[in-house]
T-cell receptor, first 118, second 115 residues
Framework: GAVVSQHPSWVICKSGTSVKIECRSL??????MFWYRQFPKQSLMLMAT?????????EQGVEKDKFLINHASLTLSTLTVTSAHPEDSSFYIC??????????????FGAGTRLSVL | QQQVKQSPQSLIVQKGGISIINCAYE??????FPWYQQFPGKGPALLIA?????SEKKEGRFTISFNKSAKQFSLHIMDSQPGDSATYFC??????????????FGQGTILTVHP
């Protein structure tokens, strides 16, 4: 299957600092990537859709100025959590969309980033 | 209407048994139904997927059964192994409207397979 790399896997930062998370599609081009947030023992919550070369579209209730998304190339999307606070601590997961013959578009997920804000 | 309801919330199965997880949806715009497996601290991994024009799909020990009229689909894990212990999510892909291309996830099922 297609490989999506997410980095870093775990980051600890002080309150008020910004953290950047990278999501790369390693063996395919992805014009569309997605960013999710997952709380312990809960399902994935879509935060935003990242489109190469254009602005991201955010889900209702997600602060676009706090969660900055940049999709500058067909293989890289970044999520920057600005002025992070303890309530932003969570597991962030990206996915990249790939078209598979006969199946349409499939999302492949990164390994996730555990963010802990002190 | 965007929801995908998944049950049970947790499931305990003996090694060699059959694990069955069920999902139901309302939105007829969904046209692709994947199942993901997630281990603690890892991202979801695509397990198996089905389109609504097919009633069943089998890949190894994993089978999806799909009932279009009832808007229900299920995952069957045959000969369950301790290594299958993980959280399983069903999902549905939206083929139209403002949510085009987005996945809606079920609530997840924590599967534990006892040796």
């Amino acid at each position: 299957g297609a490989v999506v790399s997410q980095h870093p896997s775990w980051v600890i930062c002080k309150s008020g600092t910004s953290v950047k998370i990278e999501c790369r599609s390693l063996d395919f081009q992805a014009t569309t990537m997605f960013w999710y947030r997952q709380f312990p023992k809960q399902s994935l919550m879509l935060m935003a859709t990242s489109n190469e070369g254009s602005k991201a579209t955010y889900e209702q209730g997600v602060e676009k100025d706090k969660f900055l998304i940049n999709h500058a190339s067909l293989t890289l999307s970044t999520l920057t959590v600005t002025s992070a606070h303890p309530e932003d601590s969570s597991f962030y997961i990206c996915s990249a969309r790939s078209q598979r013959e006969g199946m349409g578009y499939i999302q492949y997920f990164g390994a996730g980033t555990r963010l802990s804000v002190l | 209407q965007q929801q995908v309801k998944q049950s049970p919330q947790s499931l305990i199965v003996q090694k060699g048994g059959i694990s069955i997880i069920n999902c139901a949806y309302e939105n007829t715009a969904f046209d692709y139904f994947p199942w993901y497996q997630q281990f603690p601290g890892k991202g979801p991994a695509l397990l198996i997927a089905i389109r609504p024009d097919v009633s069943e799909k089998k890949e190894g020990r994993f089978t999806i059964s799909f009932n279009k009229s009832a808007k229900q689909f299920s995952l069957h894990i045959m000969d369950s192994q301790p290594g299958d212990s993980a959280t399983y999510f069903c999902a549905a892909l939206n083929a139209g409207g403002t949510s085009y291309g987005k996945l809606t996830f079920g609530q997840g099922t924590i599967l534990t397979v006892h040796p």
